[in-house]
């Protein structure tokens, strides 16, 4: 069906959703997929909140970390988040997602328009709109937890919202009703989770892919080894981190990836890359993004493809590359992580002192590696003067 492109007219209700924004990068990308489910079905253009700093990032931020709060408190402090942004001088200090992620493309593919809060609380045409959300009240006092039938959900919905201009929800993290809503309409379900789990990356993101990908050997294995959020690797013969090093390598021998392989290992303890070269008994040749940080640029030794290099326009150092995008540094280091582990043409994970069933984190990993080669095409293709704006990645 492609009931979804309907929705891009220059007519449609100037009606808008705006939601809490919570927790880690995975977690609010989940949460924009999320609330994009319910702008497309009432046709409001979605509020993207500020992206929020990566957990422990040392960068000066306007809009701290936080966890998920209830309802009446969630909303409470996403306008909150809207006073502070009339404070800011200039869109620099707005930490946008639109610094990472393509919003046209992002329409392009869902139908469902996009604007950051920022622009939103500076709108000159519609400032009521903007008044409406700083004084915004809500007369419910949480969202349904679980829904079964999204007709009934809307029906819901519209009689909370329907008159409101901006309709304020709480955590979109916290609403899980992406299987009632696939099967209302189950290809616009498809094509906002693809757009955003996937999504396409800005220019200014692309550059940076490039300038770190081409001091990767072109055939790596990706590893992403979750550890809880309140767990430090100290010692390498830690029992829980022991168990769960020797499971992984098995897994990896298992799957016949030959010694001496290269592996990009992603992970937020320090010490992980010295104790996966431990249990491996340096059997293969492990590589972190702070081995590609302290790479000179003009390392030939790593280079990878020169030749496709030489054809396109100047790659930017790593470093320059970086300081183009304004998000704190952590959220930086975390994307480059989650693209090159899952650009290897094979994906391990695993988790310490963490919740066996999923992370969102690796779940997003999984996501991109499906389109591997597509994207790694994209990414040495790309240049800003001829991008490509309708290409699927």
């Not at 290809?187 to 693809?194: H, K, L, S, T, V």
């Not at 940080?293 to 150092?317: F, G, Q, W």
């Amino acid at each position: 069906s492609n009931q979804y492109a309907t929705l891009i007219t220059e007519n449609r209700p100037r009606r808008y959703l705006f939601f809490y924004a919570h927790a880690g990068f995975s977690n609010q990308l989940y949460a924009l997929q999320r609330a994009m489910c319910i702008g497309y079905s009432t046709q409001r253009t979605i509020i993207v909140p500020p992206l929020l700093p990566h957990i422990g990032s040392r960068t000066a931020y306007k809009f701290g970390g936080r966890a998920g709060k209830d309802f009446i408190v969630a909303n409470k402090i996403a306008v909150d988040d809207a006073k502070t942004v009339l404070s800011m001088d200039n869109q620099t200090e707005f930490p946008s997602w639109s610094e990472i992620i393509n919003y046209d493309v992002l329409t392009k593919k869902t139908g469902v328009h996009l604007i950051d809060l920022f622009d939103f609380m500076r709108m000159t045409s519609e400032s009521a709109a903007a008044g409406a959300l700083l004084n915004h009240t809500v007369d419910i006092h949480s969202m349904p937890a679980e829904i079964d039938d999204w007709i009934e959900f809307l029906d819901f919905f519209n009689a909370h919202f329907g008159n409101n201009t901006v309709a304020l929800i709480g955590s979109a993290f916290t609403l899980k009703y992406e299987e009632a809503f696939g099967k209302y309409d189950k290809d616009a379900m498809e094509n906002i989770r693809r757009a955003t789990l996937g999504f396409t990356p800005s220019n200014k993101l692309l550059y940076l892919l490039r300038s770190a990908i081409i001091h990767v050997p072109q055939n790596y294995v990706g590893v992403h080894i979750r550890f809880g959020d309140t767990y430090h690797l100290s010692l390498c013969d830690e029992k829980t981190a022991a168990e769960e090093y020797k499971k992984l390598l098995t897994v990896i021998e298992e799957a016949n990836v030959t010694k001496g392989s290269a592996i990009y290992l992603g992970s937020k303890e320090s010490n992980a890359k010295k104790c996966f070269e431990e249990y491996s008994h340096h059997d293969y040749k492990v590589f972190t993004l702070n081995d590609l940080l302290n790479v000179p640029p003009s390392d030939e030794h790593t280079d990878r493809d020169l030749e496709r290099r030489k054809m396109n326009a100047a790659i930017p150092s790593l470093q320059d590359a970086m300081n183009e995008i304004y998000v704190d540094l952590g959220t930086k280091h975390l994307i480059i992580d989650l693209v090159l582990i899952s650009l290897g043409y094979r994906i391990f994970f695993s988790r310490v002192s963490f919740r066996q069933h999923y992370s969102t984190f690796q779940q997003v990993i999984e996501h991109r590696h499906e389109s591997r080669t597509e994207f790694l095409n994209h990414i040495f293709d790309f240049n800003a003067d001829r991008h490509d704006t309708n290409m699927q990645v």
